[in-house]
């Protein structure tokens, strides 16, 4: 686990003012939440090492706060290291910004040796992603991902930020999710990959594998890391959202495993302590009114119900479909092209229960791996959440079929 504190018994207790009504305590022993926690809200950011899908986001805590609501009578965090920061500064202050370029395109800064060396990659919303390319004597190299010197810093950024690398933090056992390295303030150190889900393609090809199993792998690979992240805690039960998971947020690494990214725009799940069950929550802005892509929306989030981790589970329907298409849901079958560029036209299939059509070549595949992803991609794509599978069952389901 990846922990660094700021004092110790002997020193001074600071107080961390995040965002109002609540505080975080720097102690010697570990960070503390007051009684009256902040709800995190998302911004609908997405930015990764490949491509910038990132939305207008929010600049202040107000502005995020009118994003969703917590539904139930008292929504508390469920254990005490959701309101937890655990930073590393020093591993990030190695970096040496003292070459940094701000007009040119590929920008390069040193790192501990004069070897490595820091290239520009992407623009997210709020975030700029670099590629820290290994030293002389370590050639792996990492992401690393820094506030934008066009934003501001604000409450609700550090608290986005936070949240990112504590959620990777907490789920460093899991094989299918990116491993965080290093985290302060706004800027965090990520492993390296080769390319997202959109690049599948192109990489496995260029290796000559990019078979029906291939692709199965892939599927098992989504469908595990949402299984972990649902697992997070196993009396709780899933205490965080990802609630972006899309083609952009699965990357592809050099052994050909992939791995679920970027959690800046996740949720954390509080417990209902009057209810003793998990809260819910609300958008207030619905599938695509803020600006996202409808078509990554869950179709309870399009009718504006109470949101829970089964939007995830949606989530891998959509992911295998883009793995037996690579494209989106609606967007690779001509009939469905015909509105998938229209927020409120593919609003409204989504609310109707429409399922994406797939082209026939892959509806009437014989090949049995591609079966089994299209059988898994329709349970994961059920219009209830009530009746979506588990993710741990699919890689169940697969495992028996092969």
């Known amino acids: 686990m990846m922990r660094q504190y700021l004092c110790n018994h002997n020193s001074h207790i600071s107080v961390i003012h995040l965002c109002s009504g609540s505080e975080i305590t720097v102690c010697g022993s570990d960070f503390t939440a007051q009684e009256s926690p902040c709800e995190e809200h998302d911004n609908g950011l997405m930015d990764n090492i490949v491509e910038d899908t ?40 190695e970096i040496d910004w003292m070459n940094f370029d701000v007009h040119s395109s590929r920008r390069n800064s040193a790192y501990s040796d004069a070897t490595a060396r820091l290239t520009f990659l992407n623009r997210g919303g709020t975030r700029i ?35 990112d690398a504590l959620a990777m933090d907490e789920l460093t056992s899991s094989t299918n999710v990116v491993d ?29 594998n990019y078979t029906s199993l291939r692709k199965l792998q892939l599927a098992q690979d989504v469908a595990n890391a949402v299984a ?13 959202l ?19 990214n970027d959690f800046n725009g996740a949720q954390m799940m509080y417990w209902d302590y009057a209810n003793n069950h998990m809260c819910g929550y609300r958008r207030t802005k619905l599938c695509g009114e ?55 036209l593919v609003r409204e299939v989504i609310r109707k229960g429409q399922e994406p059509r797939l082209p026939s ?16 991609m329709r349970q994961a794509l059920i219009h209830d959440p ?15 079929r092969f």
């Open 129 to 163: 992603v670099w590629k820290a390319n290994g030293s002389s004597t370590e050639r792996i190299g990492f992401v690393l991902k820094t506030l934008r010197m066009d934003k501001a810093f604000s409450e609700i950024m550090l608290e986005y930020q936070r949240i």
């Open 228 to 240: 972990d992240l649902q697992e997070i805690d196993k009396e709780m039960g899933p205490l965080i």
């Open 242 to 260: 990802h609630r972006d998971i899309g083609p952009a947020n699965m990357l592809i690494m050099p052994d050909g495993r992939m791995k679920l």
């Open 54 to 93: 990132s939305d207008a986001t929010a600049t202040n805590a107000s502005d995020a706060s009118d994003r969703f609501t917590y539904v139930g009578d008292d929504c508390r965090p469920a254990r005490a290291w959701q309101t937890t920061s655990r930073p590393t500064c020093n591993v990030v202050h």
């Open 361 to 376: 070549k892959i509806e009437e595949s014989n090949d049995t791996a591609i079966g089994a992803i299209r059988t898994a």
């Open 290 to 344: 803020d600006g996202r892509r409808a078509d990554a929306r869950s179709p309870e989030e399009c009718l504006g119900n109470v949101l829970s981790e089964k939007s995830d589970t949606y989530s891998i329907g959509t992911i295998l479909f883009f793995i037996l298409t690579n494209d989106r849901i609606y967007h690779s079958h001509e009939d469905d092209r015909k509105f998938s560029s229209d927020n409120a």
């Open 386 to 400: 009530v009746e979506n599978p588990p993710p741990e069952v699919l890689p169940r389901f697969w495992n028996k």
């Open 180 to 208: 965080v390295y290093g985290y302060c303030g706004q800027t965090v150190m990520n492993e390296i990959g080769i390319g997202d889900l959109h690049r599948a393609e192109k990489f496995f090809s260029s290796h000559g």
